[in-house]
């Protein structure tokens, strides 16, 4: 895992799923975070038209560019639905953070040879 962890945040350019304008909740938090680690970060939330002046996007899959890795932050049901759409687009990393993940959409991603982070969280692991 560990091992993954690291080829997971070596990745240079990300997507956030259930990115928040509200900077009390995680989506905002993550969003932030990967941006101040100097990482390049979409918003994906269909419900907001941009964060913090950056444009948000309604879905992976109207991305202008695909993302190497994809932080989720939303229920278990939705990161399910996530999922399988990383495995139609060809993304092949996904960090599930504490709370959004369930046994299903792991094994889903693992079966379609997505290496799936879960149990960790991606705030913890790109603090400088």
Same mark, same amino acid.
């Given at each position: 895992?560990?091992?993954?962890?690291?080829?997971?945040?070596?990745?240079?350019?990300? $997507?956030?799923?259930?990115? &928040?304008?509200? *900077?009390?909740?995680? @989506?905002? #938090?993550?969003?932030? =975070?990967?941006? #101040? $680690?100097?990482?390049?970060?979409?918003?994906?939330?269909?419900?907001? +038209?941009?964060? %913090? @002046?950056?444009?948000?996007?309604?879905?992976? +899959? $109207?991305?202008?560019?695909?993302? %190497?890795?994809?932080?989720?932050?939303?229920?278990? #049901?939705? *990161?399910?639905?996530?999922? &399988?759409?990383? +495995?139609?687009?060809?993304?092949?990393?996904?960090?599930?953070?504490? @709370?959004?993940?369930?046994?299903? $959409?792991? =094994?889903?991603?693992?079966?379609? @040879?997505?290496?799936?982070?879960?149990?960790?969280?991606?705030?913890?692991?790109?603090?400088?």
């Amino acid at each position: 895992m560990p091992s993954d962890i690291d080829q997971v945040l070596s990745q240079k350019t990300w $997507a956030v799923v259930g990115v &928040s304008n509200n *900077t009390s909740k995680y @989506g905002y #938090k993550v969003f932030n =975070q990967l941006k #101040k $680690a100097g990482y390049s970060v979409f918003a994906i939330n269909p419900g907001l +038209a941009s964060i %913090d @002046g950056d444009s948000c996007y309604p879905s992976l +899959a $109207a991305l202008p560019k695909k993302p %190497d890795a994809v932080s989720i932050v939303v229920p278990p #049901k939705i *990161t399910e639905q996530i999922i &399988s759409e990383c +495995a139609s687009l060809g993304i092949s990393n996904v960090w599930m953070q504490p @709370g959004s993940e369930s046994k299903r $959409a792991i =094994q889903d991603g693992e079966k379609q @040879g997505i290496t799936v982070i879960h149990s960790h969280c991606v705030l913890i692991h790109t603090r400088k």
